[in-house]
């Protein structure tokens, strides 16, 4: 495939999602694109979306607009952010370079995934320091302490901590194609990656991905992706509070006593989501969710939301119903996977383009005047806050 000619093929994410599924060894495109159980819930968080309408206004200028967001007392040059994404490099080799590059030229922030192919410290140098640390808690907590230590030290302003994984839900289409980390390879591997040569010689070149912050650390050595987090509570919240002295987001929260009990433990933002359909999968969608939680916390505390956004209209519509900043995450796979760094250039632009466009329609200057007025009369009766 000419690649001068890939990214000009790109006109939408699900362009990107097409051409990324024939790039890509079918194995690490499930990876990215797959969901728990049946999968439905990952389509019905855009669909949910979707089907909140804006209400258009006219005869208002709107040539001067700004969707510059100040959140956490950081101001960036979009209302979203690059969601945290374990192995990025298993969808096209130096992909976690490409995501710094273009955060940092993006003024957005990325969340480095503890699972992530490369170190926090080299990714907060890659990405100039415009970047937050999410992590898990596993059996051992000496090691998320071990890495806020790390975070603190390499000067990480912002850590995630999510909460919505104590174990992991089946994820069918992982186990059909024996998707493991570190890899097992079998025939059906080998045929796959054999068949895509452009990623496998990238691969080898590259170096085969490993999850960083493990083979960096002076305690744990090894990553079990099925490892269960189930000890995850309360307390465990309350010892990351007391050791993190930069802003704590707590990421995965859909219920909203959930939220309140979490604002009274003194973190600084929630993020609203359900992990992309990749957990529960009968659980309610996120955008669903996100009303009530603002409602349940009042209009100033911070929250961010992911799940389901597509582009730039997604964003508004979340911000309409209660976010203050949103988090991407597959369409900027999709992107890569399509088309590399050129890729995942495209879809950053039209997520933006689209943004920008959408505030205008609504009849808006700046996107800090997004509020729940842009959201059609019948759809913010369902989900009023």
Known sequence: MN??????????????RSLAKKRMPKMMFDF????????????????????????????????????????LGSEYDQPFGFAPMGMCNLTWPGADKMLADECRANNIPMCVSMASSTSLEKMYDLSQGNCWLQLYNFQDEEFLMELLDRAHEKGYKVAILTVDVPIQFRRAKDNKNGFTV???LGPKQFF???THPLWSIG???YGIPKPMNYHTSKKVKKFVRSESRGST???TLKRVREKWKGKLIIKGVMSPEDATKIKDEGVDAIQVSNHGGRQLDSATTSIEALPLIRNALGKDFPIIFDSGIRGGSDIVRALGLGAD???????????????????????????KEELSTTLGLVGLNDIKDVSSDIIAERFIREFKY
């Open 233 to 235: 509570d309360w307390n």
């Open 3 to 16: 690649n001068n000619l890939t990214s000009k093929k790109i006109h939408s994410v699900e362009d990107a």
């Open 192 to 194: 796959d990656f054999a």
């Open 32 to 71: 990215v694109d797959g969901a728990s159980g049946d999968e439905k819930l990952c389509e019905s968080n855009s669909k949910a979306l979707d089907q909140i309408r804006l209400q258009p206004r006219v005869l208002r200028n709107i040539e001067k607009r700004k969707i510059k967001k100040n959140f």
């Open 203 to 205: 691969t080898l070149m």
């Open 325 to 351: 900043f949103t988090m991407v995450g597959r369409p900027l796979m999709y992107g890569i996977g399509a088309d590399g760094a050129k890729g995942l250039r495209r879809i950053v632009d039209i997520i």
């Open 182 to 184: 570190p890899f097992n």
